[in-house]
């Protein structure tokens, strides 16, 4: 057995002297393709096989025959084939390519919620974006993308809100939140969000819109918002703004100009001359939020409140708060930001919407619309056996109308979700409980038309042209002014609606 023990060794060595770089080779296919660098593997110590002492020397041939025996015994030691099975746990010996691959994003747990406070929880990965997470939602619910949902972010204590741009990291968002701070993320509709590309005219008027340099002839709307997304052109946007002074109550109308590289105000009344201009905000490090209730938290002079918030801010002493004169002021001090700051990413994000994992389309049915009733051909309800009572009050289950809320909370709705022209919602009205009031948007500012009821040989009728055209129910007058003008400013095309994840 011994005998056969040392053969065996014999052999293993006299192949390991043959061919040395068999051993590396294996040894290099245990490790993979590590680094070059990683210390290489302690060798197996020296096979020394035991020989028992010799009795008596047997003559010259006997001691040759030992020394020959020895010497392939005592042969070079052999690397270790196998050195992942003793080599130390801080030492890279297998690739990562020898083992499964596994998702390393961490999962964290958020909350979202909608316009009337409910609210859902997602575990999402530390990469998804607002679009993702808008598009979960959908998909959860089955409503229908249109692309107008929104993620938005609001923070409650200092009354600011804004949109939380498609592209951007939801984590990232949540990681400048305080810990004691009652922030929210709000998942509702924005008509508005991209609206800018479509309807340039309504976003930049001429009086708050130069140009650095000289430019032949007028400039339209569509040639300005190019040279927004251009990096080499810009137009500047200028005007009289209150800017509340810094550490005080006290708010201050000043004469402001937006630039490429930041916004800026003059000295002295309306001056360009670089001598007259200071530096007021960068881009860069801070988001521009609307002001929720900037007249009571702020004291501000007007409702049309904005502001830059640094994304590590230590309190509202921070906050570099801003009021504009008008709503479309407004709205166009904060859509020239927004493609300052972005430039071409936003309009990425408006010609490539993200269309979801399971092929969601817009044709799927959203649970909002089973309630509604369409009309016949003779402009009647299908359901004829429905009585006039129920025509009148059938109504309360679409998601255009909202009963008993004030015409501020109408507006208010209205221009969360986007002050885009035939943006509409129906209410109950407060002055006389019998009628209705159809709320809408054109223009960048807010109409209400009064829905008057009107009885005709004992039915009663609702209409808005003193009863030249009259309707049985709302549904019928809704559904005739989305296909038709009439005595709108505009056909209605967006509601708004109160949804519940």
Same mark, same amino acid.
């Given at each position: 057995?011994?005998?056969?023990?040392?053969?065996?060794?014999?052999?293993? =060595? &006299?192949?390991?002297?043959?061919?040395?770089?068999?051993?590396?080779?294996?040894?290099?296919?245990?490790?993979?393709?590590?680094?070059?660098?990683?210390?290489?593997?302690?060798?197996?110590?020296?096979?020394?096989?035991?020989?028992?002492?010799?009795?008596? @020397?047997?003559?010259?041939?006997?001691?040759?025959?030992?020394?020959?025996?020895?010497?392939?015994?005592?042969?070079?030691?052999?690397?270790?084939?196998?050195?992942? %099975?003793?080599?130390?746990?801080?030492?890279?010996?297998?690739?990562?390519?020898?083992? @499964?691959?596994? /998702?390393?994003?961490?999962?964290?747990?958020?909350?979202?919620?909608?316009?009337?406070?409910?609210? &859902?929880?997602?575990?999402?990965?530390?990469?998804?974006?607002? &679009?993702?997470?808008?598009?979960?939602?959908? %998909?959860?619910?089955?409503?229908?993308?249109?692309?107008?949902?929104?993620?938005?972010?609001? +923070?409650?204590?200092?009354?600011?809100? &804004?949109?939380?741009?498609? $592209?951007?990291?939801?984590?990232?968002?949540?990681?400048?939140?305080?810990?004691?701070?009652? /922030?929210?993320?709000?998942?509702?509709?924005?008509?508005?969000?991209?609206?800018?590309?479509?309807?340039?005219?309504?976003?930049?008027?001429? $009086?708050?819109?130069?140009?650095?340099?000289?430019?032949?002839?007028?400039?339209?709307?569509?040639?300005?918002?190019?040279?927004?997304?251009?990096?080499?052109?810009?137009?500047?946007?200028?005007?009289?703004?209150?800017?509340?002074?810094?550490?005080?109550?006290?708010?201050?109308?000043?004469?402001?100009?937006?630039?490429?590289? =930041?916004?800026?105000? *003059?000295?002295?009344?309306?001056?360009?001359?670089?001598?007259? %201009?200071?530096?007021?905000?960068?881009?860069? !490090?801070?988001?521009?939020?609307?002001?929720?209730?900037?007249?009571?938290?702020?004291?501000? @002079?007007? !409702?049309?409140?904005?502001?830059?918030?640094?994304?590590?801010?230590? =309190?509202?002493?921070?906050?570099?708060?801003? #009021?504009?004169?008008?709503?479309?002021?407004?709205? #166009?001090?904060?859509?020239?930001?927004? %493609?300052?700051?972005?430039?071409?990413?936003?309009?990425? /994000?408006?010609?490539?919407?993200?269309?979801?994992?399971?092929?969601?389309?817009?044709?799927?049915?959203?649970?909002?619309?089973?309630?509604?009733?369409?009309?016949?051909?003779?402009?009647?309800?299908?359901?004829?056996?429905?009585?006039?009572?129920? !025509?009148?009050?059938?109504?309360?289950?679409?998601?255009?109308?909202?009963?008993?809320? *004030?015409?501020?909370?109408?507006?208010?709705?209205?221009?969360?979700?986007? +002050?885009?022209?035939?943006?509409? +919602?129906?209410?109950?009205?407060?002055? /006389? @409980?019998?009628?209705?009031?159809?709320?809408?948007?054109?223009?960048?500012?807010?109409?209400?038309?009064?829905?008057?009821?009107?009885?005709?040989?004992?039915?009663?009728?609702?209409?808005?042209?003193?009863? $030249?055209?009259?309707?049985?129910?709302?549904?019928?007058?809704?559904?005739?002014?989305?296909? !038709?003008?009439?005595?709108?400013?505009?056909?209605?095309?967006?509601?708004?609606?109160?949804?519940?994840?």
């Amino acid at each position: 057995m011994t005998t056969s023990l040392q053969d065996g060794q014999s052999a293993v =060595g &006299r192949a390991a002297a043959r061919d040395p770089p068999l051993a590396a080779q294996v040894c290099g296919a245990a490790q993979g393709r590590g680094d070059a660098r990683d210390p290489a593997p302690a060798p197996w110590p020296p096979v020394r096989a035991f020989v028992p002492p010799a009795d008596a @020397p047997r003559g010259a041939a006997a001691d040759r025959r030992k020394k020959k025996d020895l010497d392939v015994l005592e042969m070079p030691s052999i690397p270790n084939p196998f050195p992942e %099975l003793c080599c130390s746990p801080f030492t890279s010996v297998l690739s990562a390519g020898l083992f @499964p691959k596994t /998702n390393s994003r961490k999962k964290q747990v958020i909350k979202v919620y909608s316009e009337d406070e409910t609210s &859902r929880a997602l575990e999402v990965p530390s990469d998804i974006t607002a &679009r993702d997470v808008c598009q979960l939602l959908i %998909l959860k619910n089955h409503y229908i993308d249109d692309h107008s949902w929104t993620l938005f972010e609001h +923070l409650p204590h200092i009354g600011l809100e &804004r949109t939380i741009e498609d $592209h951007e990291l939801v984590i990232e968002v949540l990681s400048n939140w305080g810990m004691e701070e009652e /922030n929210k993320l709000y998942f509702r509709k924005n008509y508005a969000k991209y609206e800018f590309f479509k309807n340039p005219m309504y976003f930049f008027p001429e $009086h708050m819109v130069s140009f650095a340099t000289e430019t032949n002839g007028e400039i339209s709307p569509t040639q300005i918002l190019q040279m927004f997304l251009s990096s080499s052109t810009y137009p500047e946007i200028h005007g009289f703004l209150h800017a509340k002074e810094q550490g005080k109550k006290s708010w201050k109308k000043i004469y402001f100009l937006l630039r490429r590289s =930041g916004l800026y105000f *003059s000295t002295k009344g309306t001056s360009k001359e670089p001598r007259h %201009l200071q530096f007021f905000s960068e881009f860069g !490090n801070s988001d521009i939020y609307m002001s929720l209730a900037g007249k009571k938290k702020h004291g501000a @002079p007007t !409702n049309y409140g904005f502001c830059f918030k640094p994304h590590k801010a230590g =309190g509202p002493r921070d906050l570099k708060m801003l #009021c504009a004169e008008e709503e479309q002021s407004r709205t #166009c001090w904060v859509t020239a930001i927004r %493609l300052l700051k972005y430039g071409m990413q936003l309009y990425q /994000n408006y010609m490539h919407p993200y269309q979801g994992r399971s092929g969601c389309s817009s044709q799927s049915i959203s649970p909002m619309k089973k309630g509604c009733l369409r009309l016949g051909t003779h402009g009647s309800p299908t359901a004829s056996s429905q009585s006039s009572t129920t !025509n009148m009050a059938i109504h309360r289950s679409q998601p255009w109308f909202h009963h008993k809320i *004030s015409r501020d909370e109408a507006q208010r709705l209205i221009i969360q979700q986007g +002050l885009v022209d035939g943006v509409f +919602l129906v209410r109950d009205s407060q002055s /006389n @409980p019998k009628t209705f009031v159809l709320s809408m948007s054109h223009g960048q500012k807010i109409k209400h038309f009064q829905i008057i009821p009107v009885e005709d040989e004992g039915e009663m009728f609702h209409t808005l042209d003193d009863g $030249h055209t009259r309707f049985t129910d709302l549904i019928q007058l809704v559904e005739f002014y989305q296909l !038709n003008k009439g005595v709108l400013p505009c056909k209605l095309k967006h509601y708004c609606a109160r949804i519940t994840l």
